[in-house]
């Protein structure tokens, strides 16, 4: 894969978000981007969202009509909304005078695993998409949708189209993946809570992968891991420009970058280390608590064995210390749309288990400072248990990784907390964001 070079003459895939392409005069403007792209000698494969909240609408559908729906019905409704745009963007570049055409997920094929809602892509034939793309056809194709082994349509739970714009990428070898989405590239944290906010130059694949999932939606946590393992080269950048702005060769935006990438970025003086990368926050988890569990072995066994039985994935675990008679208490968290679900086995489970009461909170936010720096400097999670506590900000749980420290808050604190820390680990600008 080449990382320099010709600027020309590449073969790119450009993904646009739903911002992006929310109606036709916003179509409009993507397609000149993607001519180009194309008027710039490159092969061209453009992965497109539904316009900006049609998902959301499409999923409420499918509550009204079966509040239990099935999941393969309920991916055969929101996937429609990929196949809108992708007709749409490519009638538009036709009516523009491109040579354009969709490429239907069931039609490529994008083959994923049966989990409807959330598929994972398995294999993606590209034989025939790289040949329209060597005869200089501009191929568009919905995002979030595959079919299954059976031939059904999958989707590949929310932010998909992200995956699907690396796995695309991955498939016909491209020099690079451009995600297009309205902002103009990963900031320090989320520039829509922090005006000060400073757009990063680079990330490296670990530290977005662990703030995509710590909450940073910017990219669906599993692209950046696709593209981590299949070597994608990612470049975030916004798709609100005017004509005259700089052309994505020139990457204007943010690269995703390997270590050793961004080792030589920090040795030419273009990035600069800091031990604190980026700072996330997650509002969709909910706090379990289950009062006075056996204190003795295979008592948390009995928890968390129906949860991940019911791929209900728990995230920050505490154990509290024992209390007389050899009782504990034991709190963890968990999505909140899985929460009920939860709730309803754990309860099930009551006697089994032997705790006494289980308290839940949905009105919690999980805040996380990222990066690399972390490994090799102490004093990170401090910092953070210091800001916190000096804003009178209540700490409720705590996990660490490597290269992340987490700690869950009450919700109402949310954009408190993000902004006391953003400042504390010296990440404001003296500019404000666009
Ligand atoms: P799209 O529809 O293009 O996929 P998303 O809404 O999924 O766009 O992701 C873009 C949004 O991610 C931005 O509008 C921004 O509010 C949010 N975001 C959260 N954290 C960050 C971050 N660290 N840097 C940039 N954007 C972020
Ligand atoms: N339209 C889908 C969603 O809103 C997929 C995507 O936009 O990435 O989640
Ligand atoms: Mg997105």
């Not at 501009?138 to 079919?147: E, L, N, Y």
């Not at 690396?166 to 070898?173: D, Y």
């Not at 209390?323 to 009920?340: C, I, N, S, W, Y």
Request: proline share 3%; glycine share 8%.
């Amino acid at each position: 894969m080449a990382n320099s070079g010709p600027k020309s003459g590449q073969r790119i895939v450009m993904k646009f978000g739903g911002t992006s392409m929310a109606g036709t005069e916003r179509i409009r403007r993507v397609a000149n981007i993607v001519r180009a792209q194309a008027a710039a000698g490159h092969q061209v494969a453009v992965v497109v969202s539904a316009m900006a909240g049609e998902t959301d609408r499409l999923v409420n559908f499918c509550r009204e009509a079966n509040a239990l729906y099935d999941p393969a019905e309920y991916d055969v409704v929101v996937s429609s909304g990929e196949q809108v745009t992708s007709g749409l963007l490519a009638l538009t570049l036709q009516s523009l005078g491109s040579k354009a055409r969709s490429w239907l997920g069931w039609q490529l094929p994008v083959k994923t695993i049966e989990a409807h809602a959330k598929a994972r892509i398995e294999t993606i034939d590209a034989p025939g998409l790289i040949e329209a793309l060597e005869g200089g056809e501009i191929a568009v194709i919905p995002g979030f949708q595959g079919i299954s082994e059976d031939g059904r349509i999958t989707t590949m739970g929310r932010g998909g189209s992200d995956t699907s714009a690396v796995a695309i990428a991955a498939a016909v070898k491209a020099d690079r993946c451009d995600i297009y989405t309205d902002v103009d590239g990963v900031y320090t944290t989320d520039p829509r809570i922090v005006a000060k906010a400073r757009k990063l130059k680079a990330v490296t694949y670990e530290e977005m992968l662990e703030l995509a999932s710590v909450g940073a939606k910017v990219l669906q946590t599993r692209s950046v891991g696709l593209a981590m393992k299949s070597g994608v080269r990612i470049q975030v950048l916004s798709s609100f420009v005017g004509e005259d702005s700089v052309s994505a060769d020139e990457l204007p935006g943010t690269l995703i970058v390997s270590d050793e990438e961004m080792d030589q970025l920090v040795e030419n003086g273009d990035m600069e280390r800091q031990h604190v990368t980026g700072i996330a926050h997650d509002k969709n988890e909910a706090k379990i608590i289950l009062t006075r569990v056996p204190d003795k072995p295979g008592a948390v066994a009995h928890i968390f064995e129906p949860l991940a039985d019911a791929s209900i994935n728990v995230d920050m675990i505490i154990q509290n210390v024992g209390r007389d008679k050899g009782e504990t208490d034991v709190t963890f968290t968990v999505p909140q749309a899985d929460l009920a679900r939860a709730q309803a086995l754990l309860e099930d489970r009551i006697s089994e288990i032997g705790f006494n009461r289980i308290i839940t909170d949905s009105h919690i936010a999980k805040i996380s400072v990222v990066g690399v720096g972390m490994k090799s400097h102490a004093g990170v999670a401090s910092t953070m248990f210091r800001a916190l506590s000096d804003r009178g900000i209540n700490i409720q749980a705590i996990s660490t990784s490597e290269i992340k420290v987490s700690v869950l808050i009450d919700e109402d604190e949310t954009e408190l907390a993000v902004r006391v820390l953003h400042t504390a680990y010296g990440l404001d600008s003296t500019e404000e964001a666009a």
